[in-house]
């Protein structure tokens, strides 16, 4: 199992991967929000974070501040264009409700 690694103020973690429900940039940070409820700031922003994320096909960007992980979505809202994930967080998205289908779509197939 791959692990990504993470730097903070004063930490290196490792995270697995799958473990991360969303991404959201705040400011010239990243706040990774895991699925056991941590958050982890990492000291770098979301357009850095998402390269580092790039070989993992289920990691998906939705708007200029969010990346999800397709694993845990499990409604899109078509005319609030929000996208719901497994604990309820609601997500706003910002790319075109046919492509982010077609993503979604693309990803179970692969999985299956």
């Not at 056991?36 to 357009?47: H, K, Q, R, W, Y």
């Not at 070989?55 to 200029?64: A, K």
């Amino acid at each position: 199992m791959k692990k990504l690694m993470i730097k903070t103020k004063g930490k290196t973690y490792y995270i697995d991967v799958n473990r991360i429900l969303y991404c959201q940039a705040s400011s010239s940070y990243a706040c990774i929000y895991l699925v056991d409820g941590e958050v982890i700031t990492a000291s770098f922003n979301l357009s850095n974070l998402q390269n580092k994320l790039q070989d993992w096909i289920f990691m998906h960007r939705v708007s200029r501040s969010h990346v999800v992980n397709l694993r845990y979505v499990s409604c899109i809202h078509h005319s609030e264009k929000i996208v719901e994930l497994n604990n309820g967080k609601k997500i706003p998205f910002t790319s075109t409700l046919k492509e982010l289908e077609a993503t979604l779509l693309g990803f179970a197939q692969s999985i299956v």
